[in-house]
């Protein structure tokens, strides 16, 4: 992988770690990245975000999916409740979640010249759902492992 997209790579990790070990004290550990084939989301609950450069040249999308054992551990740490299934409280964190994943990524990257604006985050739900990412290059997925179960980042930016 070139060094730009090792660098978005460690980006985004970062930034999962920091917003979940802080907000809701959960850690999380990265897997290895790869190239997402298909469409069908890593998990039962996603949260999805765009993002375009302020000249609107370049955009791009990230999504948080979730397990529902892993959202479910992630938000009753984060929000100190016992959620046994997922709610609209349930489904607004996770919004939330992507939002601030998201805020924390786009400073990263401003960082290596890649400056970009967030849109309002959208949560979609459901057994083997469907995320389109905005752009026709390749969709970047980072697996992280968490006590409550598995979750994927994905990231697709043109």
């Known amino acids: 992988m070139d060094q730009k997209v090792q660098k978005v790579i460690k980006t985004f990790v ?35 975000i765009g993002f375009s450069s302020p000249n609107g040249k370049n955009k791009g999308t990230m999504s948080v999916s979730f397990t529902q054992s892993s959202v479910l551990g992630i938000i009753n740490n984060m929000l100190g409740e016992n959620y046994k299934e997922v709610t609209n409280e349930v489904t607004d964190a996770v919004g939330e979640l992507t939002n601030m994943i998201s ?7 401003a960082e290596i010249g890649m400056q970009f604006e967030g849109a309002i985050p959208t949560v979609v739900t459901g057994k083997d759902h469907s995320i389109r990412h ?13 006590d409550g179960g598995p979750l994927t980042v994905e990231i697709c930016i043109s």
Do not use: W
């Open 14 to 48: 970062g930034s999962v770690i920091n917003v979940l070990g802080t907000m809701a004290m959960v850690d999380a550990k990265p897997g290895k990245a790869y190239v997402k084939k298909d469409n069908t989301a890593r998990g039962d609950i996603s949260g999805v």
């Open 103 to 109: 805020g924390q990524a786009r400073k990263g990257l």
């Open 134 to 146: 905005v752009s026709s290059s390749a969709i970047l997925a980072i697996p992280f492992d968490t």
